[in-house]
């Protein structure tokens, strides 16, 4: 997955810059001030108005006539907040109800989910409850990157894990897609992020640095033919498929290899060039075996190449970049940029990428929806100004759901975790902006009463499926640690009368044991039996490598010093109080 380091300017007459962040601000201002001089207007009008309804005749005495005016004033004060204060409430509302614009900008292209397989794969029961859910939520899409799920066969066979789909599988996920209205994108990495290849035995010797298993040397004749044998087999198994993702990003240590060094030393280019050579050879290859189907590829590789030289290579005439930004305030000035000089450097079309998961911290459990919520209205504001860009032609967004950094990383948040998310930040794409009604949507879909976002709480018992998963990942992530450490860690007894001394040589007293132990019994009892739920709604949706994994990660951690130590204790008790053993 990526790493999280994770907007065409315009010369109007006149010479001044426009960009995507000013014409907002400007488009802003324009209605504040119209707002303001309508309330303006309001407010005098009701002054007048109240002013001929309360006026107090010349022969009014002293008093009276000057307790008047001072109630007046209040009531005048009191009036004028009153006004402003709705005023304010108008102007909330105009700024966050997206406009029929930006509505129909959103939605013009593709709304694509990213399921990352490299890690916690679902089973095809789950992925049957989950595209339904895809398709009622907004979505067209599924950006698939099966990495070592695919069942890759003949001599590519050593590629697939020992849960990987079946051929079978492959057909019956296409058919649950196709309807569901879903088009299923396969993602192939071609050049950087082949861990799950380069770390075999087998094709070690392709690496672009030995020791490391992350890039493709691209200067092997062996290393292509393998990237030709791995997209012949998958779109093999998708022969309705339009569009092919092949990656490209993060190839890291390119140009260090013995080869690489040579081809830059002969003059023949520099490490952009080496790039651009290798995807320029996969776009032929893609271009004369399989016309007609669309490439995708993430761009931050191109970020740091020359425009000319990526023209020169006449790559933009068959594949789009997917530019991707994951943090919740990413840089649009940063997008306007790239924008520009993908323009510039020959494209016609381009994706952007969002992230429902997975891109908040290397082992995230809890899925921060705010952060991600956020992430998707910055881009709905890149993609609102689009029309900014004529010669780009804004295809899709893809809503990325990483499961983990790379392929020796450990898991990010489970997808029933996220699955919340994922509803919270389609429907605000869906509707423009996560409005009232967004809300109320989100909030039906997922059978919940309220979703607090800043909290990243829920209320209600939700009906989506892995719903069960979602709750207690959350109760396992907020007191499985602190009631554990608080019995074993905090007790002056324990550290008194059964610390790992006793333990090692069972002496104990039981008269002072008694004291503590029924308590840590209990909890470890609670616990146990916890887990054992835990498990059989995991087993339901994930291979038994995914359960081991995360039981490990985060709930062994805990639970075996609390076993470990129930076990010395009911042995050390039934002594009795016996000498050191």
């Known amino acids: 997955m990526d790493n999280l380091l994770r907007s065409q300017s315009t010369e109007p007459k006149g010479g001044r810059k426009v960009t995507l962040r000013s014409m907002w601000r400007i488009s802003s201002m324009n209605i504040l001030r119209f707002l303001l001089i309508l309330i303006l207007i309001i407010v005098c009008f009701k002054i007048y108005s109240k002013t001929k309804q309360t006026y107090t005749p010349v022969n009014s005495n002293f008093w009276k006539k000057h307790g008047k005016s001072i109630a007046y004033k209040h009531e005048l004060m009191s009036l004028t907040n009153e006004v402003l204060q709705q005023g304010k409430e108008e102007i909330k509302s105009v700024l966050k109800a997206p406009s029929d614009h930006l509505k129909q900008s959103v939605s013009s292209g593709m709304r694509v989910v990213h399921l990352d397989l490299k890690g916690a794969p679902p089973k095809l029961a789950y992925l049957k409850q989950i595209f339904p859910l895809l398709s009622s939520i907004g979505a067209n899409g599924i950006l698939m990157e099966y990495e070592d799920t695919f069942p890759y066969s003949d001599d590519l066979e050593i590629l697939k894990s020992t849960y990987a789909f079946s051929s079978a599988d492959i057909d019956e996920i296409q058919q649950l897609a196709e309807s569901n209205n879903l088009e299923i994108i396969p993602l192939i990495q071609t050049f950087g992020h082949m861990e ?48 092919l993702h092949i990656g490209a990003d993060e190839v890291f240590y390119l140009g260090e290899s013995t080869e690489s060094k040579q081809w830059i030393n002969e003059g023949r280019g520099d490490i952009g060039q080496m790039f651009l050579m290798h995807i320029q050879e996969i776009v032929h290859f893609v271009v004369n075996m399989y016309p007609g189907l669309k490439l995708l590829m993430w761009d931050d590789m191109l970020r740091k190449i020359r425009n000319k030289q990526i023209h020169e290579t006449g790559i933009a005439e068959h594949i789009t970049p997917m530019m991707w930004f994951y943090h919740r305030h990413f840089d649009v000035a940063k997008v306007e940029q790239l924008l520009t000089k993908y323009v510039d450097s020959g494209f016609r079309s381009i994706w952007f990428a969002s992230a429902f998961k997975g891109a908040t911290g290397v082992g995230q459990v ?14 709905i504001w890149v993609i609102e100004s689009m029309s900014q860009f004529p010669l780009l032609h804004f295809q899709g967004l893809a809503l990325t759901g990483w499961q983990r950094y790379d392929h020796f990383s450990t898991l990010c948040e489970l997808l029933p975790v996220a699955i919340p998310s994922l509803v919270v930040c389609m429907q605000a794409v869906s509707f423009g902006s996560y ?29 989506f499926a892995g719903v069960e998963i979602y709750h207690m990942v959350h109760w396992i992530y907020r007191n499985l640690q ?93 002594l009795m109080g016996a000498p050191k053993q």
């Open 435 to 463: 409005t009232d009604e967004a809300k109320a949507k989100t909030q039906e879909i997922l059978g919940f009463e309220n979703i607090i976002l800043d909290s990243n709480l829920s209320e209600g018992d939700g009906t």
């Open 196 to 243: 799950f290849v380069l770390k075999h035995d087998k094709y070690r010797h392709l690496r672009e640095v030995r020791k490391y298993p992350n890039s493709l040397n691209p200067h092997l004749p062996e290393s292509l033919n393998l990237v030709k044998k791995m997209l012949s087999q998958v779109l093999a198994k998708h022969k309705k498929s339009t569009r």
């Open 482 to 574: 602190s009631e554990v450490t608080n019995v074993l860690a905090n007790s002056r007894t324990i550290d008194g009368w059964f610390n790992n001394y006793h333990r090692k040589h069972r002496f104990g007293n039981p008269k002072t044991m008694e004291l503590f132990g029924s308590k840590i019994i209990q909890i470890h009892t609670k616990w146990e039996d916890y887990m054992g739920r835990f498990r059989d709604h995991m087993e339901k949706i994930f291979f038994p490598d995914t359960v081991e994994e995360w039981m490990d990660v985060h709930v062994n951690l805990y639970m075996d010093p609390l076993r470990e130590f129930v076990k010395d204790y009911n042995e050390t008790i039934t």
């Open 366 to 379: 809890l899925t921060p929806i705010q952060n991600h919520l956020e992430n998707h209205l910055q881009w």
